[in-house]
């Protein structure tokens, strides 16, 4: 079930409706990032050589505002957000400084006086959980198998797969430490891409993007699951900073079982509460710790993707789902709340997520087939 932080009153169980995001997320919006409508993107692997580490920068360049968003896989995957205003601002990498223990400082944003919005994402650990024996809608799916950390994942060297006509780039990789092969035929990827523009992707889920974010689309393919009926799942951490709500996560609450993303191969994708993680440990990333120092006010939450009967991963060892991560305010897309539901975590401000209406109906089979009605 999901609940929301409200600043005075704790933790209270929340479903508000699409108006009050609107609204919450529009009052937060510092003036200058209010979305423009198209941005100048530039898309640069930054090279560390020899190192073989992955550090990409995206800079989406406005009328009066320059975007940043700084992805790696250095450590767990993560990617650090930083919107500034001015057309001038400019990313700084000390790689010596990144790659020591103690890289604070490493990653710059200059001017710093620009800066009006930074937050971070930190992708910690692939979930594995039994559903055998277990009924629908529980939490967590089923009893957890250990979780891959992806920390300890090895990464591709995402030059090879940059592609500047569609502004994409996959990080592809697997446990370092595989000692029952499971991954042998099998992979995680993350595919990234920014737009210069706003549209709709021809491919369900179909987010409505704007030339403000990131697309993110994670696949897990071909890894041998642990069970006959394994459902998986992703741990994400995220930085909590100052007051204003005014970065973002949106989703529909969808994955997908087949490359062809049909109805008939959607799976429902849930989200557990979040939690602040000042009481376990979590995987540190360094990239997040060059931009902000050590900081420990993380909040965490768990994604679910699947359930015990209905489409699964176990069908064609593949498991797809797609997010948008942005700054300003999250496209809106008029009608999907009634169709699909959208969900929306907000970054910035502690622990304040938001749910999209229509996200109960969703997770009734049934519903999907309205889902091909979204054109
Ligand atoms: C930034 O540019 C937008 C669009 O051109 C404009 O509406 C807005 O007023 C500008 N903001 C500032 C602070 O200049
Ligand atoms: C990644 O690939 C590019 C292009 O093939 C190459 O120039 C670069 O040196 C590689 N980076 C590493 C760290 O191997
Ligand atoms: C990078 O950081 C190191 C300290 O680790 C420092 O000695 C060096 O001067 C820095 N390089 C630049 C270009 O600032
Ligand atoms: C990997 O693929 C090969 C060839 O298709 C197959 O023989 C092998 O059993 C597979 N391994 C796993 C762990 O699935
Ligand atoms: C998976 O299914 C097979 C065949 O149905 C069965 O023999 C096996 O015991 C099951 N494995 C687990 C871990 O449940
Ligand atoms: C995510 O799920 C794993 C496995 O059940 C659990 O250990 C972890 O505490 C969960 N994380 C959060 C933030 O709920």
């Not at 569609?166 to 042998?184: M, N």
């Not at 920014?194 to 689309?217: I, M």
């Not at 900073?241 to 109805?263: D, H, K, T």
């Amino acid at each position: 079930m999901f609940r929301c932080w409200g600043p005075h009153r704790g933790w209270v169980p929340c479903a508000p409706t699409p108006w009050l995001l609107l609204s919450l997320l529009v009052c937060a919006a510092p003036f200058g990032l209010l979305g423009e409508e198209t941005r100048q993107v530039s898309m640069e692997v930054i090279s560390g050589w020899p190192n073989p580490q992955n550090l990409l920068h995206i800079r989406a360049v406005g009328s009066n505002s320059t975007l940043h968003y700084v992805w790696s896989s250095l450590g767990p995957p993560a990617v650090v957000l930083v919107a500034t205003n001015t057309t001038q601002s400019v990313l700084s990498v000390n790689w010596s400084l990144l790659l020591s223990p103690d890289p604070d400082g490493a990653l710059l944003v200059l001017p710093k006086n620009s800066i009006q919005f930074s937050s971070a994402l930190v992708f910690t650990r692939l979930l594995e959980f039994d559903s055998t024996k277990v009924s629908e809608g529980t939490q967590p799916p089923g009893k957890p198998y250990p979780p891959y950390s992806l920390a300890k994942f090895s990464w591709n060297n995402i030059t090879n797969s940059l592609d500047l006509s569609t502004l994409s780039t996959i990080f592809q990789g697997h446990p370092v430490d595989d000692p029952t092969g499971a991954f042998a035929n099998g992979s995680l990827t993350f595919k990234v891409q920014a737009f210069t523009k706003s549209g709709r992707p021809a491919q369900p889920p179909r987010l409505l993007h704007t030339a403000d974010v990131c697309q993110l689309e994670v696949a897990l393919v071909g890894a041998s699951p642990r069970g006959n009926h394994s459902l998986f799942g992703l741990e994400l951490n995220q930085l909590l900073w100052g007051s204003s709500p005014s970065g973002f996560m949106q989703w529909r609450p969808v994955a997908f079982s087949e490359e062809e993303r049909a109805r008939e191969s959607a799976l429902p994708c849930q989200a557990s509460t979040l939690r602040t993680t000042l009481a376990y440990s979590l995987p540190h990333s360094p990239i997040v710790q060059a931009f902000f120092g050590s900081q420990n006010n993380f909040c965490a939450f768990n994604l679910t993707f699947g359930a015990p009967t209905g489409p699964g991963y176990w069908d064609q060892r593949y498991l797809c789902w797609s997010m948008l991560l942005g700054m300003g305010f999250p496209p809106l897309d008029a009608f999907s709340p009634l169709v699909l539901g959208i969900m929306a975590v907000a970054l910035g401000a502690p622990g304040l997520m938001f749910l999209g209406g229509g996200l109960f109906l969703l997770l009734h089979h049934k519903q999907y087939s309205e889902y091909q009605s979204i054109n």
